[in-house]
């Protein structure tokens, strides 16, 4: 069975600072790698999508890898400000397109 | 990408009634939709996976009879909460599947059972 782990679990940083945000997870046979933001009492949003061959991808200030041989992969949010501020979730599809989701980060950027 | 849509956003109902959410993909043929609920402080946990034409399949410790779905479009999926008790009060959302395998989220809608 799929476990996902996200440290730490919860993370304060004043503004314009990078940080990274880890995910590992123990069956390395997925199709693809999530990562999302959730604000409170809301959807979620994707953020970036991995595909299994793929190592990282990038969108705007946010950076994902994807290494499935340590089971691990990290978001990297830099320069950030104070809308950064949310839950992020990593999630992993694996076999028959079921989601297993982390246990999120919740990140709060300071002025 | 595809945009999802929720209906209600959020209900409030008494101890007993069953409620209604009805999931929308609105510009994608979604022949495979999940359901997902979420508790206060908690990830989001899959229900039950909802496919077109045919009856749901539903994940370990969830009960099919509380919790109908109704896949009968591409582009309309219904949770229904049958008797609903205030354990029942929670988050629920669902996603579509799209063809590259990333999912698309609806906003949610929160459920508070009196």
């Known amino acids: 069975k799929q476990e996902v782990t996200q440290i730490p679990a919860a993370l304060s940083v004043p503004e314009g600072e990078n940080l990274v945000l880890n995910c590992s997870f123990t069956d390395s046979a997925i199709y693809n790698l999530q990562w999302f933001r959730q604000d409170p009492g809301k959807g979620l949003t994707s953020l970036l999508l991995?595909?299994?061959?793929?190592r990282e991808q990038t969108s705007g200030r946010l950076n994902a890898s994807l290494d499935k041989s340590s089971g691990r992969s990290t978001l990297y949010i830099a320069a950030s400000q104070p809308g950064d501020s949310a839950t992020y979730l990593c999630a992993l599809t694996g076999t028959a397109s079921k989601l297993t989701f982390g246990t999120g980060t919740r990140l709060q950027v300071t002025l | 990408g595809a945009v999802v849509s929720q209906h209600p956003s959020w209900v409030i109902c008494k101890s007993g009634t069953s409620v209604k959410i009805e999931c929308r993909s609105l510009?994608?043929?979604?022949?495979?939709m999940f359901w997902y609920r979420q508790f206060p402080k908690q990830s989001l946990m899959l229900m039950a996976t909802s496919n077109e034409g045919s009856k749901a399949t539903y994940e370990q410790g969830v009960e099919k009879d509380k919790f109908l779905i109704n896949h009968a479009s591409l582009t309309l999926s219904t949770l229904t909460v049958t008797s609903a008790h205030p354990e029942d009060s929670s988050f629920y959302i669902c996603?579509?599947?799209?063809?590259?395998?990333?999912?698309?989220f609806g906003e949610g809608s929160r459920l508070t059972v009196l």
């Open positions: 510009d994608f043929q979604a022949t495979t």
């Open positions: 996603s579509v599947l799209g063809i590259s395998g990333e999912l698309f």
């Open positions: 991995i595909q299994s061959s793929q």
